[in-house]
T-cell receptor, first 112, second 113 residues
Framework: GAGVSQSPSNKVTEKGKDVELRCDPI?????LYWYRQSLGQGLEFLIY????????KSGLPSDRFSAERTGGSVSTLTIQRTQQEDSAVYLC??????????FGSGTRLTVV | GQQLNQSPQSMFIQEGEDVSMNCTSS?????WLWYKQDPGEGPVLLIA?????ELTSNGRLTAQFGITRKDSFLNISASIPSDVGIYFC?????????????FGTGTLLAVQP
């Protein structure tokens, strides 16, 4: 598509449930990033995929967080056993060679 | 997570005024970028800076990459109501396993007509 697409745009879940967030990057972009933005805060790096290389997972806050990227395109961020502190906007971005990110509109996750 | 020091945190100005915001880091970056985020949207790239000392303009926006590669500023001239939003600086390092961006804490800009 023309831009980075994320779904769902909003997700409300009960504490302890698992959630999956989806990102469709711009076609042909080899790099894909996930960031988290808490209320009134900047963007916190979570994970980075580049082509077939091993992902950089250094930003994942706990082992409840995981992400995969299938076929070098769509990516899914999974949060297991959600906690209230996981509430945030989760942003996905893609770029052709690691420069000039294009962000999606994000998924607003609320854990109640 | 790691973040850059960005100031001011917020600005409330009159339409037509000029605006300046800056970002500093204890680390050196290869690239500095400035983004704007509107409510409910992801950040949109405004200006990218690739060389120390570089001064770049994009319409009413002007940004500079500090000589030490540890800082950058963004100026907006003759502000208009649609400039309202949150502005983020970001530093990027190339090479190694990642090209991740490290973001500043953001500057909230409000413009009164």
């Amino acid at each position: 598509g023309a831009g980075v697409s994320q779904s769902p745009s909003n997700k409300v879940t009960e504490k302890g449930k698992d959630v999956e967030l989806r990102c469709d990057p711009i076609s042909g972009h080899t790099a894909l990033y996930w960031y988290r933005q808490s209320l009134g805060q900047g963007l916190e790096f979570l994970i980075y995929f580049q082509g077939n290389s091993a992902p950089d997972k250094s930003g994942l806050p706990s082992d409840r967080f995981s992400a995969e990227r299938t076929g070098g395109s769509v990516s899914t961020l999974t949060i297991q056993r959600t906690q209230q502190e996981d509430s945030a906007v989760y942003l996905c971005a893609s770029s052709p060679m690691g420069v000039g990110y294009t962000f999606g509109s994000g998924t607003r996750l609320t854990v109640v | 997570g790691q973040q850059l020091n960005q100031s001011p945190q917020s600005m409330f100005i009159q339409e037509g005024e000029d605006v300046s915001m800056n970002c500093t880091s204890s680390s050196i970056f290869n690239t500095w970028l400035w983004y704007k985020q509107d409510p409910g949207e992801g950040p949109v790239l405004l200006i990218a800076l690739y060389k120390a000392g570089e001064l770049t303009s994009n319409g009413r926006l002007t940004a500079q990459f500090g000589i030490t590669r540890k800082d950058s500023f963004l100026n907006i001239s003759a502000s208009i109501p649609s400039d309202v939003g949150i502005y983020f600086c970001a530093g990027q390092l190339y090479g190694g396993a990642t090209n991740k961006l490290i973001f500043g804490t953001g500057t909230l800009l409000a413009v009164q007509p």
